[in-house]
């Protein structure tokens, strides 16, 4: 009989969340495969209660503390233990389990990922923003507790199953499907609503990871995710443009073979590789591939004139470690006020690049690789702070 795996899994509520759910409540032959230690949610108290009582977690958190007595009686007469505030988040995190999947949207994962990475748990992460910022540091401390960084963002989940890091690698290739702007003009760009914005021609993702799709910021956060985790210069990772997002990522090696994970876009399949590595689960709600029933796949490569950000990537990784943790803070409050319709999409980017642009010219000091966690926390802060006057001025 196969043991059961704990799992704890943050941001319930969240589209990757969701899919986790599904997975974790599915049976196999009519028997559990996980029991659910922890979940969390920010806000969606109802929708987190109801995924406490469909998995039987042990622990649930909420990170609106004003929310936890809601959460307490929507609970009530369930063995759900109950916490709040980001303090509760972390305890989520921190209670022993063998795989952690980090499915919080944005920088605010990094604390509670760091907690599971303590606590010596796996980590199935798809919060991509906590590597972007803490990158060396965020291995280096998953090495000394043993934990396993297993990726789930698509790609990084796709190279994964791929690479083989006994041989020699030319090339890491990161697919993108170019967003629902791959063929907009740059006037249409600068028009652009929230609600185009969002709308991603073969995904379904929360509104930040949309938005990011949308301007690419989201393939550069995975160039800058891919570096760190494969520790590959950006000089070997290429980024191309594949609309039909059913080539998740390829990896050139040096006799000329290049090895690809194919597969329907449902991250199903990315994450329940995450909860069952070593070994694959059956997932039987994934559509299957069908490439005769597709017919083409395209392929082109990104205009870097509507698309900026990756050039910024990639400068960001030549600059140092604290380039990166700069340019994802900048750019979560850009994507916030944009969808709070105060400014514009392509500003997203130029408050961005221009954040970086003060950095990197010393108005906060000769920048230096962050030494550890709490310079990395000071950093977001500053950028943040840097972000929000960029956009008043
Ligand atoms: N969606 C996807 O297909 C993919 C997502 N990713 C990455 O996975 C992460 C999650 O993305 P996605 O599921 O789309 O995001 P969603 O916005 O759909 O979900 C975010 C989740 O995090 C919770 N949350 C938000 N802010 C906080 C906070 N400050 N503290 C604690 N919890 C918080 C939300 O709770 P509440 O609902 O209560 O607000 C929700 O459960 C992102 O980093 C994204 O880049 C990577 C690849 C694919
Ligand atoms: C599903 C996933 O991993 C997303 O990060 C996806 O890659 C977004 O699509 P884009 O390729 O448009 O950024
Ligand atoms: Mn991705």
Redesign the pocket.
């Known amino acids: 009989m196969s043991k059961i795996k704990r799992v704890s899994l943050?941001?319930?509520?969240?589209?990757?969340?969701k899919s986790t759910l599904s997975l974790l409540t599915q049976q196999c032959n009519g028997m559990p495969e996980f029991q659910v230690v922890s979940l969390?949610?920010?806000?969606?108290v109802r929708?987190?209660a109801d995924a406490a009582k469909a998995t039987g977690a042990e622990f649930a958190a909420i990170?609106d503390g004003s929310l936890l007595e809601e959460l307490r009686a929507l609970l009530k007469g369930t063995n759900t233990v109950c916490g709040a505030g980001e303090g509760g988040?972390i305890e989520a995190a921190s209670r022993p389990c063998e795989t952690l999947v980090s499915?919080?949207?944005?920088a605010?994962?990094l604390k509670p990922t760091l907690a599971a990475i303590r606590q010596g748990s796996n980590i199935a992460l798809?919060?991509?923003?906590s590597i972007v910022c803490a990158g060396t540091l965020l291995l280096e401390e998953a090495r000394k507790h043993g934990s396993q960084i297993l990726p789930?963002?698509?790609e990084h989940n796709a190279i994964f199953q791929v690479l083989d890091v006994r041989k020699r690698i030319e090339k890491l290739v990161l697919t993108a499907s170019g967003g629902p702007f791959r063929t907009a003009s740059l006037e249409e760009m600068k028009l652009a609503t929230s609600a185009q914005a969002i709308s991603h021609p073969n995904?379904s993702?929360?509104?930040?990871?949309s938005v990011d799709s949308a301007s690419m910021m989201n393939k550069s956060l995975e160039l800058i995710e891919a570096s760190y985790l494969f520790d590959i210069p950006e000089s070997q990772i290429d980024v191309l443009i594949h609309p039909q997002s059913i080539i998740h990522s390829l990896v050139a090696y040096d006799d000329g073979s290049v090895l690809a994970q194919l597969g329907m876009p449902d991250?199903r399949t990315p994450i329940s590789y995450a909860l069952s590595w070593p070994n694959r689960m059956n997932v039987p709600g994934v559509h299957r591939l069908d490439l005769a029933q597709i017919g083409e796949l395209n392929f082109e490569k990104p205009d870097p004139i509507r698309f900026p950000a990756i050039e910024l990537a990639r400068k960001c990784l030549a600059l140092g470690a604290w380039a990166p943790n700069v340019f994802n803070a900048a750019n979560e409050i850009a994507v916030d006020l944009f969808l709070k319709n105060k400014i514009g999409f392509m500003d997203i980017t130029s408050v961005t690049k221009s954040v970086l642009e003060r950095f990197e010219l010393g108005e906060y000091g000769t920048m230096s690789d962050p030494k550890n966690f709490e310079d990395v926390f000071e950093l977001d802060r500053l950028a943040r702070k840097q972000a929000l006057e960029e956009i008043q001025a």
């Open positions: 943050l941001g319930a509520t969240g589209s990757i969340g969390s949610a920010q806000s969606n929708a987190l990170g988040v499915a919080i949207s944005g605010a994962a798809a919060n991509k923003e789930v963002d698509s995904w993702m929360g509104a930040k990871i991250m």
